[in-house]
């Protein structure tokens, strides 16, 4: 297993995150549990804040990959923007007293309820993403007599994925508007004339865990191309380009992700050029990078339970968790690596697959992984799990979700509680006609 940020191998040979050894953090919060490198994290904001500062950029971190209260706090000092795309997500931050005036709203369904809310507490940003939410807001910014900054989601026709990208002049996807039939400029003709709605710039989001810039330069042209054309049609001029998140991470051996640093590079470099080419103002340029700031920050620890050899098959090491707390594996086939918490830095002699406890076949978190001799009882760490693995996890099987602990210069502080069984049936109701055989 690869270490990142404060990984280490203490005097005990145990693997220590944040100066805890992990076999200790197993003993006292018990596992499952999600161990937070604060160093690290705080170190990916920077990165981004350095990267991005250079030019008039803003980063956002996308509350989808995880977030919490403490998150929020991180986030905040950090100085990062937020973008959150539910009313839970919302919630979260403004319970975290993240400043309102830092928050874009996302979601290709925005609920009325969460509209009102979001402009209420005065966030940054509504990303719009179809015209039905367009009027919708229109008739919520007229009904509250406030006024909304905005920007338009649109559907670059870029799709990019960890090894390669097409330029497919796609049309066909629920998020945003098309520009090849007209929407997106309906979209701006729209938003200039509705009262009380701004529109500040244009927004799009053309994949997740991308390990190319190309696709970048490529929709900053074509969203800055499409700039132009609006301009011309209707006078608008964009003052703000958002390219959503999605640079990939490390999680296997030959993931190869690009620096910070270069994306950055590469796109305030086909920003200016297009913004020139056009005969634009540069806009302001915003990123939401979810993946890439929580993702290697994370490990998971859990308890080796039962272990069962096939002969001539293979052996199955059944942990205390699986996709109920990491559902990537089951959901998209993700790899992880992982080492045995007190034999962090030995060599691997056996081959074995660690198995969820879910029923469901497909519950494997890592098939065939190399790792040292181990036994029931073992403490095993997943690394890179920071990122759409608890923000994602479910009660399938009543199995609680687990805790997560922020972990730092050899403190570690529960900033999750563990789900208790009283949790899980904390919403469930019996009718009273039920209640009278309950004895
Ligand atoms: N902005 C928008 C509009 C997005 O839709 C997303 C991710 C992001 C930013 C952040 O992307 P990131 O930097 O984290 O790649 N559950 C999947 C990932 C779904 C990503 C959805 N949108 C997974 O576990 O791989």
Redesign the pocket.
């Known amino acids: 297993m690869r270490f990142h940020g404060t990984m280490r191998i203490n005097d005990k040979g145990h693997l220590e995150i944040g100066g805890c050894d992990t076999v200790e953090l197993a003993r006292v919060f018990g596992t499952p549990l999600y161990v937070l490198d604060e160093e690290l994290f705080r170190e990916n904001c920077r990165a981004y804040r350095r990267a991005f500062a250079r030019g008039n950029g803003r980063v956002l971190y996308?509350g989808?990959?995880l977030l919490t209260l403490a998150v929020c706090r991180l986030l905040d000092e950090e100085g990062l923007g937020l973008?959150v795309v539910s009313g839970g997500e919302l919630y979260t931050a403004l319970q975290a007293r993240f400043p309102a005036s830092r928050i874009y709203v996302?979601g290709n369904n925005k609920s009325p309820a969460e509209l009102r809310t979001a402009l209420e507490a005065g966030v940054r940003r509504i990303v719009v993403d179809n015209l039905d939410e367009l009027e919708l807001l229109g008739r919520i910014v007229a009904e509250l007599g406030t006024e909304a900054d905005i920007l338009l989601r649109l559907t670059p026709g870029i799709e990019a994925h960890t090894h390669e990208y097409i330029r497919t002049g796609q049309i066909d996807s629920k998020f945003g508007l098309v520009i090849p039939n007209g929407q997106a400029l309906e979209g701006v003709r729209r938003s200039v004339e509705l009262p009380g709605v701004r529109l500040r710039g244009l927004h799009c989001?053309i994949g997740?865990?991308i390990f190319e810039l190309e696709p970048y330069a490529d929709a900053a042209r074509i969203l800055m191309r499409f700039a132009r054309e609006a301009r011309d049609e209707t006078g608008w001029t964009i003052e703000e380009l958002n390219l959503?998140?999605?640079?990939g991470i490390y999680y296997t051996a030959g993931d190869d992700p690009p620096a910070v640093e270069s994306l950055a590079e590469t796109i305030f470099g086909a920003v200016a050029e297009a913004a020139g080419d056009r005969d634009l103002p540069v806009p302001e340029v915003t990123v939401?990078?979810?993946?890439?700031i929580a993702g290697p920050a994370g490990t998971t620890l859990y308890t080796v339970g039962t272990i069962k050899e096939i002969p001539g098959v293979r052996t199955y090491v059944a942990v205390d968790g699986g996709m109920g707390d990491n559902p990537?594996p089951a959901l998209?086939g993700?790899r992880y690596e992982a080492c045995v918490a007190i034999k962090a830095g030995r060599e691997a002699d056996v081959t074995v697959s660690l198995a969820g406890r879910c029923c469901e076949s497909g519950d494997m978190l890592i098939w065939d992984a190399e790792l040292p001799a181990l036994k029931t009882g073992d403490i095993v760490a997943v690394s890179c799990t920071g990122?759409?693995t608890y923000s994602?996890a479910g009660n399938y099987n009543r199995f609680p979700r687990p805790a997560m602990v922020l972990v730092r210069d050899g403190q570690a502080e529960l900033i999750v509680r563990r789900e208790s069984y009283a949790d899980l049936i904390r919403n469930d109701l019996v009718p009273a006609r039920l209640r009278d055989t309950m004895t």
Do not use: F, T, V
């Open positions: 996308a989808k990959a973008d996302h989001h997740s865990q959503g998140g999605g640079l939401e990078p979810g993946r890439s990537r998209y993700a990122a759409y994602m």
